[in-house]
C-alpha cells in the first residue's frame, strides 16, 4: 500500500500537461529537420545534424529531470553565480567566438567544440530570468510598493540588463535582444509597479515602435536611423516586412518564398518531406515554412495547439504556486517561449519582421534547444517540489 501511495503521490506532481506537448513538438521538429535536410542540395550528410539534434533533446531531457530536483531556495541560493557564469561566459565570446560562423552570419554569438556549436546567450536567458525574479523577490520583500520604491525597483531591474546588452550589442544580435527585452517585460508588468508607471511604459514602446516605422518609409528618417547605428540589413529587414515582393529575388526573397511555400500547403499540406519550393535557412528560423508546405493549415493549427497548451499549463503553474519567486520564474520562461513562438511564426508568415529567432523545441539548434528544456524543467520542478506552495522566505 505504501508503494502505491508513494506512486500516487509522484504521479501528481509531475505535470504530464506540459510533457505532453513539449514530447509532440520535439518530434514534429525532428521530422521537420529530416525534410528541409533532405530537400537542401547543399546539404549532404543528413544523419549528422539529425542525430546532434537529437542528442540535444537527450541532454535537454536529463536537465529537465535534475532540475526538478531543485527546490525553489536552492535556486535561490545558486541565482547570482549562475548570472555571473552566464556573464563570464558571454564575455569570452570577444576573444573565443567562431570565426567562420561570425563571417557567415555577421554575429559573434557562438562557440565552437570540434564541430557541436553552442551559444552562450541562449542559456544566459534562463540565468536572466532568475536574475529578474531574484531582484525583484528581494525587493518586495524589504519595500512597499509607492512611486520611489516603484522607480527603485526599476533601476535594479535596469542595472543587471545593462551589462547583457553591452555584450549582445557586441555580438550583433538584434533578434536575441528583443527576447531578454520580452522577459523584462514580463517581470516588469507582473513585479507589482503601479500603473502610474507601467501605462506610460506602454505608450512610450507603442511610439517608439510607430516612430521607428514612419522614419524607415521617409528618406531623411533613414538617414538619421544610419547615423544611429542602424544597419542596411536590419532596414532591409522591415521592408521586406512591409512588401514582401518588392525584391523577391533579392532583399525580400526568403520572407516571399516563406509566404508562397506556407501559401502552397493548402489545407492539408503536400506530405511529407515534399519541398517545391525553395526557402533559406529552413532547418532553423523558417522551419515553420515546412509545418505549412508538407501539412498544411491542419498541421500549423496543430503545432500552435500543442504551444497553447504548454503555455496555459505554464499558466497554470504560475497562478497555483504561492511562492513569489517561483512565480516571477515562470513568468520570465512563459515570456522567452512565447515571444519566441510568436516572432517566429509571425515572421514566416508575414505578420512580423525577420529576425532570426527559432521555434521553440522544433528549429535546428542545440543551445536554444536545452536553453528552453532548461526553462521547461524548472517550472516543473515548482510542481513537483513540495515547498511550492509555500511563501519563500
Not at 553552442?118 to 536574475?131: D, G, T, W
Not at 532591409?236 to 506556407?262: V, Y
Request: glycine share 8%; proline share 3%; hydrophobic share 50%.
Amino acid at each position: 500500500m505504501e508503494k502505491v501511495k508513494y506512486k500516487y503521490s509522484l504521479d501528481n506532481r509531475i505535470d504530464y500537461g506540459i510533457i505532453l506537448p513539449v514530447f509532440v513538438l520535439s518530434l514534429m521538429g525532428l521530422a521537420a529537420l529530416y525534410a528541409a535536410l533532405s530537400n537542401d542540395q547543399m546539404t549532404k550528410d543528413i544523419m549528422t545534424p539529425m542525430l546532434k539534434q537529437l542528442l540535444w533533446i537527450l541532454i535537454g531531457a536529463i536537465a529537465v529531470v535534475i532540475l526538478m530536483q531543485f527546490s525553489s531556495k536552492m535556486l535561490w541560493k545558486i541565482t547570482p553565480f549562475v548570472y555571473l557564469m552566464g556573464l563570464g561566459l558571454m564575455t569570452s565570446l570577444i576573444w573565443f567566438h567562431d570565426e567562420n560562423l561570425a563571417a557567415l552570419t555577421g554575429s559573434k554569438n557562438w562557440f565552437n567544440f570540434g564541430g557541436f556549436t553552442f551559444q552562450p546567450s541562449e542559456l544566459m536567458k534562463i540565468a536572466y530570468i532568475l536574475m529578474l525574479a531574484y531582484v525583484v523577490t528581494k525587493h518586495n520583500l524589504k519595500h512597499l510598493h509607492t512611486i520611489k520604491n516603484d522607480f527603485l525597483l526599476i533601476g535594479k531591474l535596469i542595472i543587471f540588463t545593462i551589462p547583457i546588452v553591452i555584450l549582445l550589442q557586441f555580438q550583433k544580435d538584434l533578434g536575441t535582444m528583443l527576447v531578454y527585452v520580452a522577459i523584462l517585460g514580463g517581470v516588469f508588468l507582473l513585479s507589482g509597479i503601479s500603473w502610474k508607471i507601467v501605462l506610460p511604459t506602454i505608450i512610450v514602446f507603442i511610439l517608439l515602435a510607430a516612430g521607428i516605422l514612419y522614419l524607415v518609409t521617409q528618406d531623411a528618417g533613414r538617414e538619421f536611423l544610419f547615423s544611429m547605428g542602424v544597419k542596411q540589413y536590419q532596414l532591409a529587414r522591415i521592408d521586406s516586412w512591409i512588401d514582401p515582393f518588392h525584391d523577391a529575388t533579392g532583399n525580400s526573397m526568403q520572407q516571399a518564398q516563406a509566404l508562397i511555400a506556407i501559401g502552397s500547403g493548402g489545407m492539408f499540406g503536400k506530405g511529407f518531406n515534399v519541398s517545391e519550393v525553395y526557402v533559406p535557412v529552413r532547418e532553423s528560423d523558417m522551419i515553420f515554412t515546412i509545418i505549412g508546405e508538407n501539412f498544411g493549415f491542419v498541421g500549423g493549427t496543430l503545432m500552435i495547439l500543442m504551444y497553447f497548451i504548454l503555455i496555459y499549463r505554464m499558466i497554470r503553474v504560475c497562478f497555483d504556486t504561492n511562492n513569489e519567486f517561483y512565480a516571477y520564474i515562470a513568468t520570465g520562461i512563459i515570456m522567452m517561449i512565447l515571444f519566441h513562438v510568436f516572432e517566429n511564426i509571425g515572421s514566416n508568415i508575414g505578420l512580423l519582421p525577420l529576425t532570426g529567432i527559432p521555434l521553440p523545441f522544433v528549429s535546428q539548434g542545440g543551445s536554444s534547444l536545452l536553453g528552453n528544456l532548461i526553462g521547461v524543467g524548472i517550472v516543473m520542478s515548482m510542481r513537483f517540489q513540495q515547498d511550492d506552495y509555500q511563501k519563500f522566505r
